[in-house]
């Protein structure tokens, strides 16, 4: 059975930064090509950010050069590290192999 699991959201100020992991099981995180989505209030779901099984990465324009999305394959877990966050960065966000979905992890900015 192949599961998402995310973890690492929270309450940060304007400005600060979050690190959201994911952790895949009952499959090869390696065989993957594997994104971060969120979703905001009233908004439909957007692709943040997505890395290839040969570390290729692509972002959305709204977080290039604050986010970073990772991959660690011997711990089969996917990471987010989000820096100088902004409050329309709130939302929830979800991690997936394409196929299988995570539960959701939330972020919020506020001050």
């Known amino acids: 059975q192949v599961q998402l699991v995310e973890s690492g959201g929270g309450l940060v100020q304007p400005g600060g930064s979050l690190r959201l992991s994911c952790v895949l099981s009952?499959?090869?995180?390696?065989?993957?090509?594997m994104g971060w989505y969120r979703q905001a209030p009233g908004k439909q779901r957007e692709l943040v950010a997505e890395?290839?099984?040969?570390?290729?990465?692509t972002y959305v324009d709204s977080v290039k050069g604050r986010f970073t999305i990772s991959r660690d394959n011997a711990h089969n877990t996917l990471y987010l590290q989000m820096n100088s966050l902004k409050p329309e960065d709130t939302a929830v966000y979800y991690c997936t192999t394409g196929l299988n979905w995570g539960q959701g992890t939330q972020v919020t900015v506020s001050s």
């Open positions: 009952g499959r090869r995180l390696s065989s993957y090509i």
């Open positions: 890395i290839t099984s040969g570390d290729i990465k």
